[in-house]
């Protein structure tokens, strides 16, 4: 479920946040901006005729796209030129690098209106200890078509976070396509109790998409994270990797600053040999206590050109506690540091 802020193009600072489930008309010259970690951006200008940005229709059935083969028909959609994916505000009319966070920009032919849903099953049961194999499928909502081509989002078709409800595991793996085209992956649960699995992808024609996937394991669970301030660590220790982390005012709705400092534990001396991550120096993933939203996101430009010091833009939808974990690639090893940030509401 995004969230999307529609702005009058006649009063640009006018806006009203709304959630929407099922898709929705509104007015012509409408912007539509979709709230993520990088903020609201404008995704596209609507052409619709005779509707304000306060009235809607009630919701239409979803379009068969299917044609005689079953194969979905591709929308004759005309190129928004070229985004970067992360950061949607960054555009330009040439292929390039996103000037904040060095990601290939992706030429964007977003049919807006193409919603998906997703397909999660965990193979004989998911007990906490053993291995299981998760098989994932991504379709388009309505026809049930699967989805055959992704734009790939640091270098990876899919990348796939799953957090547990007491936040003590959290993974960031990335499944592998077979034959058939599902994304299957063996994984195993550390303890029992419900796991919260975000998909981040970018289907090809459509536009990026964070869905989500309640999974129970069979087990012995752990304990839900209070949401005191009292409990927020700001450095963490990973194999002779110390991690500070800082951030500025955080208000729900507002960008937040984060930055992470990395330095050696011994010496102090900032780490030097840091190694890109996924095409990128550094990846963040955060979540409110409850699991209900994700946001994933990557450090500025400056991360980029010196590792051991990485900033963050972030805006959290809503107050409360927000779990995050930054990783970061050293000697050929995937490093986790778990921090946390509490939000306050907007004034």
Known sequence: ??????????????????????????????????????????????????LGPSQREPARAPEDRRGSTGRAIEPATTSL?????????????????CER????????????????????EARSGARAGRTTSLSLEVRERGSMTPVERF???????LHLFIVSEDHRQFDHVHPGRGLNGR???????????????????????????????????????GRVPAASA???????????????????PAVSGETTRLTVALDDSKTGAAVQDLQPYLGSAGHLFAAPTDLDEGLHGHPEATGQSDPAHQ?????????????????????????TFPFAVVVGPKA
């Open 230 to 248: 009292s409990s927020v660590t700001s450095e963490h220790t990973r194999s002779g990797v110390r991690a500070r982390f800082e951030h500025g």
């Open 101 to 120: 966070c060095a990601m290939a920009l992706v030429n964007v032919r977003a049919d807006l209106g193409r919603r998906y849903e997703w397909v999660v």
């Open 81 to 97: 030129g070229y985004w970067c994916p992360m950061h949607p505000e960054v555009q330009a009319e040439q292929p390039g690098t």
């Open 1 to 50: 479920m995004a969230l999307l802020e529609i702005a009058d193009v006649a009063k640009p600072t006018a806006r009203d946040p709304y959630r929407f489930t099922d898709p929705v008309v509104i007015g012509k010259g409408t912007r539509i901006l979709v709230g993520g970690s990088a903020g609201c951006s404008v995704i596209a200008t609507t052409e619709l005729e005779g």
């Open 151 to 157: 734009e790939r989002l640091h270098e990876q078709d």
């Open 311 to 335: 900033t963050f833009e972030v805006r959290f939808p809503r107050a409360g506690r927000w779990n995050v974990w930054v990783q970061v690639k050293r000697r050929n090893a995937v490093l």
């Open 183 to 221: 994304f299957t992956l063996p994984w195993t649960p550390s303890q029992g109790g419900r796991y919260k699995l975000f998909g981040d992808f970018f289907p090809h024609g459509g536009a990026p998409q964070m869905l989500q996937h309640l999974l129970v394991v069979g087990g012995q669970g």
